[in-house]
């Protein structure tokens, strides 16, 4: 029988970049000319913004934030190491990288071998350069297992979730970062380059109606009134279906897997109704409060409507891993919510207990009172 860990995280771009431009979406931001100007002008920000901000647009807040996450992914790659996974399944978005206007499959198993990727080819396209002083175009291998994914692929379609899957990267195409700052977060102190764990991605298609619309969701208002939105991506009820059936298909593996879900909470680029200025934190901690409460059902209530309102496209990821933790009725260890108006995002960290799927089996699997430190 499996153990099974689950472990939720971000991977948000900018903390691979230094600190002096960790609040450059903002910045960018603030350049729309379709923006207010009421709405762009720090004085009339909330004051936990206005003191992030600060005088110096972010830079003096910058290394504090980075700090933070840093303390939270150093806990989560402990409870990774003591825990000795065989592999490590990720739900990450595919933001406009591998999948564009060929193909958007709403979910897709990435069945690769070990490939080798560059983690900062998104952050070189800003002109920023990494946190780490490497080259820019430093390389490291993320370890896949093709038969492995293969066959989660196989069970899925055969208890009835039809699942897409790729045995090869599009040419030319970016590694969808979601998967890659998984590792090089998780391995943080040597930027990806000394993990060895095998890594099995799931893409979800958490842009939805502005997956090719807005070609990787940084867009400026003019462009948005004028957009052809995309058909929606999955609900957040079929993410939580999509991850109770990976739990279901690896239960009878006798190996240990780590269940991820690779994403910030509500992304300020994407709330449009705050004009991109800050993130939906109201909204974000609605949800996290019901997630310490064990509260499944209110995130199944969730409607993909509801999660584009609040900029908080990528949580579709978190829909897909609390799916499988309800299935196996794991416990919540541990969690902490970092939140935040000018680094872009919401930040929410979490570790549940691992679990036998002996055990799971046995559960009736309706949520938990979870034990939480805040
Ligand atoms: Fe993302």
Request: charged share 25%; glycine share 8%; net charge negative.
């Amino acid at each position: 029988m499996a153990e099974i860990l689950g472990l939720g995280m971000t991977h948000y771009p900018l903390l691979a970049g230094r600190d002096e431009n960790m609040a450059g979406l903002l910045r960018g931001t603030l350049r729309d000319p379709d923006i207010p100007a009421e709405e762009k002008d720090p004085s009339r920000w909330p004051a936990g913004m206005q003191a992030e901000w600060g005088d110096d647009e972010g830079r003096a807040a910058a290394p504090g934030h980075r700090a933070d996450l840093v303390e939270h992914l150093d806990r989560c790659r402990k409870a990774v190491d003591d825990f000795a996974p065989d592999a490590i399944v990720v739900w990450g978005d595919d933001q406009y990288e591998n999948f564009r206007e060929e193909v958007v499959p709403p979910f897709c198993v990435l069945a690769y071998d070990d490939i080798d990727v560059h983690p900062f080819e998104v952050m070189n396209e800003f002109g920023n350069p990494n946190a780490w002083g490497l080259a820019d175009d430093m390389t490291f291998t993320l370890h896949g297992n093709r038969s492995w994914s293969r066959t989660l692929t196989d069970r899925l379609i055969g208890s009835g979730f039809d699942m897409a899957y790729s045995y090869r990267k599009r040419e030319g195409a970016h590694f969808p970062h979601a998967i890659a700052n998984t590792q090089l977060f998780l391995d943080y102190h040597h930027a990806g380059r000394e993990f060895d764990v095998p890594i099995i991605p799931i893409t979800v298609n958490c842009y939805g109606r502005h997956a090719i619309a807005r070609r990787g969701g940084l867009a400026k208002f003019a462009e948005i009134w004028q957009e052809e939105t995309d058909p929606s991506g999955p609900s957040p009820a079929r993410c939580m279906e999509l991850g109770r059936g990976v739990a279901r298909a690896l239960a009878a593996d006798d190996r240990r897997y780590v269940f991820v879900a690779s994403s910030s909470w509500s992304h300020a680029f994407l709330t449009d109704k705050l004009w991109h200025i800050r993130p939906d934190t109201a909204a974000d901690m609605e949800l996290y409060d019901a997630f310490i409460a064990g509260d499944y059902e209110r995130w199944r209530r969730t409607t993909g409507t509801d999660v584009v309102d609040a900029g908080q496209h990528e949580m579709l990821n978190w829909f897909c891993l609390l799916g499988a933790m309800e299935e196996l009725g794991a416990p919540l260890n541990w969690s902490t919510m970092v939140t935040t108006d000018v680094f872009n995002s919401n930040k929410c960290f979490a570790l549940f207990d691992p679990v036998s799927t002996d055990a799971a089996h046995r559960s009736t699997a309706t949520g938990t009172t979870p034990a939480v430190s805040a």
